[in-house]
């Protein structure tokens, strides 16, 4: 195996196994996480409506996502997914508090998501399953990918604060 091979299968797996732990906690409740009730209340806590859709794509991002890098499979998607996932945390939960991760600040999910674009321009490298089965993808495409990705934070950011709660729709002014 190639020092660059071993470098991006490091980078795939660490990344890979962090995200898919986060998902995890959300999901299982594993590692003192809060599981998927207390992470649908967190999503409603956040403005994130409706908490039940943005709690599944959140906690299905992460550890889908994460599994997909640690095994190189659908390399793009994964990556696309998971820098978005990475820019929604550092938008919605991370900036207010600064840089430093000790006060909550943004530098974990940052360097979460800056593997996540490094693996998109990079690729999954020769140890994995993308490889193994013969996926190729060309620069334009792991860029449109990432692009999508970034999109798909954008989107996710603003949706939420445009659909109206029931409750607030059926209340009286």
């Known amino acids: 195996m190639a020092t660059m091979d071993a470098g991006v299968l490091i980078l795939r797996v660490v990344a890979g196994l962090v995200f898919a732990a986060h ?24 403005g994130l409506r409706p908490p039940l859709f943005w709690a599944t794509v959140s ?8 599994l997909l890098l640690v095994v190189g499979l659908l390399t793009p998607l994964a990556t696309a997914a998971l820098v ?30 800056a593997i996540a674009v490094a693996l ?11 490889r193994a089965l013969g996926l190729v993808y060309p620069g334009d495409v792991r860029a449109a990918a990432l692009v999508l990705g970034v999109a798909g934070a954008i989107v996710a ?5 445009l659909v109206v709660p029931m409750s607030a729709a059926t209340e009286p002014r």
Do not use: C, Y
């Not at 409740?29 to 998927?36: D, I």
């Open 157 to 161: 950011l603003l949706l939420p604060r």
């Open 23 to 46: 998902g995890a906690q959300k999901a299982f409740g594993w590692w003192s996480g809060p599981g998927f009730a207390g992470w649908r209340a967190a999503m409603a806590r956040m």
């Open 84 to 113: 978005a996932q990475a820019i929604v945390m550092i938008w919605q939960v991370h900036l207010p508090k600064g840089f430093w991760n000790s006060r909550g600040g943004i530098e974990f999910p940052l360097t979460l998501g």
């Open 59 to 66: 906690m299905g991002v992460e550890l889908a996502g994460g």
């Open 120 to 130: 998109a321009a990079i690729g999954p490298g020769a140890v994995s399953l993308d």
